[in-house]
């Protein structure tokens, strides 16, 4: 997917990183990744993925790697205390040795 997750989903966690609530927040969006190219943004706190409510970062890991390259996965995120959905195309990673990995392990 390209991000890097913050997995605060205590009170106490929240309050140590300066989030307002709990949750599942998109710390970094890699340059030109699928989570770049759908619209994520860092800050934004993800509160489903294809319909499931996300309550910490392993289980969001769980279902985008339960996709393959070419899927799409549906996000509805918080930013600005607006919902937001967005609907990303996993596409596949090729390393700098040139083989194809597929995003899903983000």
Do not use: F, H, W
């Not at 710390?27 to 994520?40: H, K, M, Q, T, Y």
């Not at 609907?87 to 090729?94: C, W």
Request: net charge negative.
């Amino acid at each position: 997917l390209g991000v890097t997750l913050l997995n605060a989903t205590s009170e106490r966690t929240a309050l140590a990183y300066g989030l307002d609530e709990p949750g599942v927040y998109i710390a970094a969006v890699e340059r030109d990744s699928n989570a770049d190219r759908g619209g994520l943004q860092a800050g934004d706190r993800v509160l489903s993925a294809d319909g499931e409510t996300i309550e910490d970062a392993e289980r969001l890991i769980e279902i985008i790697g339960s996709k393959a390259p070419g899927d799409t996965i549906s996000i509805v995120v918080m930013r600005d205390g607006t919902e937001r959905a967005v609907d990303i195309v996993l596409y596949a990673n090729v390393t700098e040795s040139g083989t194809v990995q597929p995003t899903t392990n983000r």
